[in-house]
């Protein structure tokens, strides 16, 4: 914990697993899980800069990805059954786990891979230790961050308590140029052409409160655990933006849609309030008897999402300016009780056999309504009072002529009826596993839109996935792994309502499909592994995943709600696709050439993916090319000191859908720290982290209909690009 270099673990078990301890991200003081896995192959973000919330493995969107956390599932508010990674903090993270291909044991909701989240436990600590620091931003705020660890020995078995504080805040600068036709087909466009230009201010400001503990109990036939894991985030998402009709300066409102005159266009206001709660709770019973051993877990894990979004827009570009405001409430319940039963006896004296079933019961209720006022003003001079408090224009919502949307207010029940079986053998420096499992899925859908009928439907499909893997050692440091596997993805929820969601996807309108059968795909995992030395490792993975029964939206016909020129969507399965690459990664000190205190480490990852779409062939959206990072650690033992760098890079994404396409680029991010020790309890450590302004650039390309975007006729082409500056902290660790 206090200074000492940690490399990539060379895993044991039969499938391809790369595990990183919690120690390999500590020196640089992550923050959250998914600031920590931005250092592990082949993990892509295209979150916000400075952010890391929807981990993307192999860079697929994040709902290809089994997020589990000591090794079960927890429900988050995500839409594509993902979870977020920046609500774990990293302080409770024993080690983080990359799972390449999937076994019978687990879920096969894994079609990119797995990460799982392993937290501390009482077995891992004999004492405990409190860290506190601070974090400064480029805009002058400070952000306070406590945290506090103790594991111990109470009555038969070990406790592990710890909990954490963390101030967040994001800010962040924008800016849009948009053109009425694209560089395609004007190639000397520049600011002169600019249609109109948006500059915005975006700020994410909130606190995260953490907690987690177990309670283990280890005996020579029976083992018993119990664990509890909980987070709160209360966040301020305030967003301001102003549209000018101009490329450069600042202008006050504009008289009229026929003043030609330079001025603001529209002045906008957006303030979300969220308030969001996860917690989830597991009991663990193991024993070994004369047939083997038994092994039953039950869970209980619970997300709450309560927000409230207002938007205040004023606009200028008519002959009567108007003010138009919006509320919507939000809450998203989601709860699942799940039971794994399995039981595991020996054939012979190497292989043995493993037998088990999933429970589990899942149902999420959403709720999301929109309500509008919008009425004329008397004059541009409105702009004065509105720039001071746009909250002011507005009269109270649910008054006499307020306009109250669709919306969406639904309930998802969903049961999973799971069973597998499998063998596994060792002899030698060969083991393997091989194993089938099957999943019955059904689910009803119950919504209570006012406008549908009807409002209640059902489905329910099953599906066989079979797994195999091999380990094979060729000598004591190379080594050989081999996986096949076939996994599946569940439709998303918002797929799966039957509801209309007006503006959904751009401006167009989504219907659901209740209807909808999951994905699934035949994977190939091929690596090699060599190490270097006491500690290092170097390893080469070459992936395959052949995806069937693809999920992606179509054009209905129907027109949208924002008028001409927008459609309704709605999602199918259809077509197939395939997703591969390679990765490498390579962590080791430098005790070869004579300096054992120097660690280096880092990873490449190239991606590819092919998918046909209405207009032809793509990338799967939202697939970086590739991504890279690395760095150092040098420790000064006699100076009690250490220091390092990490350097990180991402390719480009392109999705594509109906009405749009986006292109995101990022910059590079640096971060270094600097570690000072005193005694064997004491350590300090300055950490700079987006030291290279990160940013993040999109290219938007907008057309009103199918043919228009089939024959490349622009709507609109706009560039937007979002900038934030460096983030320091200063933390310091007492252990005791």
């Given amino acids: 914990m206090l200074g000492k270099i940690n490399y990539r673990n060379r895993s044991e078990s039969t499938e391809p697993v790369l595990v990183y301890d919690q120690e390999y991200f500590q020196r640089f003081e992550p923050l959250t899980a998914g600031d ?38 927890v429900p988050g508010s995500n839409a594509d059954r993902s979870f977020f990674m920046d609500r774990i903090p990293a302080e409770l993270i024993s080690r983080v786990e990359i799972v390449r291909s ?23 600590l004999d004492g405990g230790y409190v860290r506190a620091g601070a974090l400064h931003f480029d805009d002058g705020k400070w952000k306070p961050s406590f945290g506090a660890v103790w594991g111990g020995e109470v009555g038969p078995g070990r406790l592990l308590l710890g909990a954490n504080v963390q101030g967040r805040y994001n800010p962040k600068k924008k800016v849009s140029y948009r053109y009425g036709d694209s560089p395609e087909n004007d190639p000397q466009m520049d600011l002169d052409k600019v249609d109109n230009r948006e500059d915005q201010r975006d700020t994410r400001n909130g606190t995260d409160y953490s907690a987690n503990a177990t309670y283990k109990i280890e005996g020579d036939n029976t083992d018993f655990e119990l664990n509890g894991f909980y987070v709160r985030t209360d966040r301020t998402e305030d967003e301001r933006s102003h549209e000018y009709n101009v490329a450069t300066g600042n202008y006050g409102p504009v008289a009229g849609e026929d003043d030609e005159n330079p001025g603001l266009l529209i002045d906008n206001a957006n303030v979300n309030e969220i308030d969001q709660q996860t917690y989830s709770i597991s009991g663990k019973l193991a024993h070994k008897w004369s047939l083997g051993k038994t092994t039953l877990k039950v869970g209980y894990a619970d997300f709450d999402q309560d927000s409230v979004e207002t938007e205040y827009e004023l606009e200028f570009d008519r002959k009567t300016p108007r003010l138009t405001a ?60 509105f720039s001071q408090n746009p909250t002011d224009l507005n009269t109270e919502f649910g008054e ?38 099957y999943e019955h899925t059904s689910y009803d859908i119950h919504d209570n ?29 190379d080594r050989i792994t081999a996986s096949v596997a076939r996994t599946n993805r569940r439709p998303d929820f918002n797929y799966l309502t039957p509801s209309l969601l007006e503006a959904e996807m751009g401006d167009n309108d989504l219907i659901g499909n209740p209807q909808l059968d999951p994905e699934s795909a ?33 054009n209905t016909g129907e027109e949208g709600s924002e008028g001409p020129g927008t459609f309704v969507l709605q999602p199918r399965n259809t077509g197939d696709g395939k997703v591969y690459g390679v990765e490498f990664d390579l962590s080791t000190d430098l005790g070869f050439i004579g300096l054992p205190d120097t660690g280096i480490f880092g990873n490449v990852s190239w991606l590819d993916s092919d998918i046909s779409d209405v207009f ?67 350590t300090i450590r300055a950490v700079g982290s987006n030291l290279l302004n990160g940013k993040k650039r999109e290219t938007f390309n907008k057309f ?28 310091a660790r007492f252990a005791f």
Avoid: C
């Fill in 522 to 554: 035949w994977g190939v995992d091929i690596g090699y592994e060599h190490r270097l030395g006491r500690t290092g490792v170097a390893g080469i993975n070459f992936f395959y995943r052949d995806v069937k029964n693809l999920i992606e939206l179509h």
């Fill in 704 to 731: 009103n209909t199918f043919e228009e975007q089939n024959e490349r006729d622009f709507d609109e082409y706009e560039l937007e690009a979002e900038k934030a500056g460096p983030v320091f902290q200063v933390m």
């Fill in 102 to 124: 999937s076994s019978a044991r687990r879920s096969g909701d894994a079609m990119a891979g797995t990460l799982n989240i392993v937290l501390r436990d009482g077995y891992q």
């Fill in 400 to 437: 006499p002529g307020a306009e109250t949307d669709s919306g969406n207010d639904n309930r998802l029940k969903e049961k999973r009826r799971d069973v597998f079986a499998m063998f596994e053998g060792k002899g030698g420096a060969f083991s393997w596993e091989a194993g089938l499992r």
């Fill in 616 to 682: 032809g062939k793509r990338r799967f959206n939202g697939q970086s090319k590739y991504v890279y990072n690395f760095g150092f650690i040098q420790d000064i033992p006699s100076f009690g000191a250490a220091f390092g760098a990490t350097y990180r890079k991402q390719g480009a994404a392109i999705d594509r859908t109906v009405g749009e396409e986006v292109t995101t680029t990022y910059g590079a991010d640096l971060e270094v720290f600097v570690e000072k020790r005193f005694g064997k309890n004491f």
């Fill in 36 to 73: 920590a896995l931005k250092r592990v192959p082949s993990v892509t973000f295209l979150s916000d800069v400075i952010e890391s919330d929807g981990a993307r493995l192999r860079g697929l969107a994040p709902g290809y990805t089994q997020i589990l956390i000591n090794g079960e599932k």
């Fill in 326 to 385: 919006d509320l919507t409430p939000t809450r998203i319940k989601d709860k699942e009780f799940s039971i794994k039963l399995d039981h595991e006896f020996p054939v012979t004296d190497s292989v043995d056999f493993v037998v088990g079933g999933f429970f589990q019961n899942k149902t999420r209720d959403t709720l999301i309504r929109t309500t509008r006022n919008r009425f004329n003003v008397a004059s541009a001079r409105i702009w004065d009072q």
């Fill in 449 to 477: 839109t006012a406008d549908l009928r009807p409002g209640y439907q059902q489905n329910k499909y099953g599906m066989l996935l079979p797994s195999a893997s091999i380990k094979f050692d060729l000598t004591g440091k």
